[in-house]
């Protein structure tokens, strides 16, 4: 190719408002300037594979230097400069990968699946529950929750919804059987605020009283409609919708007396119990 018919290469891609980027240099260098991701992207990005405890060490990297290769060779760069060891607790399961595909071949193709499930013992060996139980669900959706993917599905044998870390699935395996139809009204939003969220079962409207500082915590976990109002200088008083269950009375023990619950008595006096069992 020669010069001018390069310079209206060049040109016409310029004016089809392609990003064409020119480093003045001796010959001048063109490249493709504009990327399926910016930088902010990608390091977003990078950060969930590399803090997620679901994706193992090994394949954490792998993705990683995918997502890298996304950028061009300076920004790759500065990306790799700013990948820091997290430190987390990572799965040591390598079937991660063929699980979640097996799992999402099932519900695209509306079938059940079987799989065992993985525990732990005493000296961290893994066993499989129930001496090798053989567990059947309609698998509807997969759910991240802290860092840990769930399948959530219609149970065969508890003839109700259920959750199940996939890391801990073992033998997975689609079945030339139908799903379930989801139960009318089923949403998954709904059903993961209950089982994850301290709301399983019948809600109860709990008074806390919190300080001042931990204002930001209320709205983490009840959200910015959170109905709060001033109770004296260094506290506050707030509403929330809960389950009254160990799950909730835990998320208040975390934060040592800076939140104590007020009302309902009920409410009292099973987190004081609660607290006096700890002590015997």
Partial sequence: MDRKTFREDINFFCNMGCDIVTIKSSPNQFFWGERLFEIP?????????????????????????????????????????HIAATGRAKTDNKRIYYIVDTITDAINSGAKIQFQYLEYNSRKEKILRNDGEIYKISPYTLYWNEDFYYVVGYSDKREKITAFRVDRLHNTLVLDEKQEPKPDGFDVADYAKKIFQMYDGEET????????????????????????????????????????????????????????????????????????????
């Fill in 41 to 81: 992207e990608l390091k977003l990005l990078i950060d969930a594979v590399a803090s997620s405890r679901f994706i193992t060490e090994k394949r954490s990297r792998v993705l990683i230097k995918k997502l890298t290769s996304l950028a061009s060779e300076n920004q790759r760069q500065e990306l790799e400069r």
């Fill in 205 to 280: 409207v709990v008074t806390l009283e919190c300080e001042n500082a931990l204002m930001k915590y209320i709205i983490d976990r009840f959200g910015m409609e959170v109905d709060t109002e001033e109770r004296t200088e260094t506290t506050f008083a707030a509403k929330v919708s809960v389950t009254l269950s160990p799950t909730f009375y835990g998320w208040v023990f975390q934060f040592e007396g800076k939140i104590k619950i007020i009302e309902p008595k009920r409410a009292v006096a099973e987190y004081s119990d609660m607290l006096r069992q700890q002590l015997e």
